[in-house]
């Protein structure tokens, strides 16, 4: 039961720091590389899933790297395109 909570709560601040990330001021998008750097701990799939439950989107660039952004940041992200 301890092990269960704990883990939880591992994730939950796991979510909470991704959302920190994501809505940074200056940033719309953040590169899967940085997330992963300041989220150690976690297996890629696993980390890519906490971004999901944080409500982020995954983008591609041209350079096929991967970024991620909050789904509820896209009218900021088009704003700043035009």
């Known amino acids: 039961m301890i092990r269960v909570r704990e883990e939880n709560k591992t994730e939950f601040q796991a ?5 920190h990330f994501l809505s940074h001021k200056n940033y719309t998008d953040r590169s899967f590389e940085t997330l ?6 976690f297996e890629d799939d696993e980390l890519r899933k906490i971004l999901v439950r944080a409500g ?6 041209e350079d096929q790297s991967e970024w991620w952004r909050l789904l509820s940041r896209m009218d900021e ?3 700043k395109k035009k």
Do not use: D
């Open 15 to 19: 979510e909470q720091t991704a959302l």
């Open 36 to 41: 992963k750097k300041h989220l150690g701990g």
């Open 56 to 61: 982020a989107i995954r983008t591609y660039r």
């Open 77 to 79: 992200y088009i704003a």
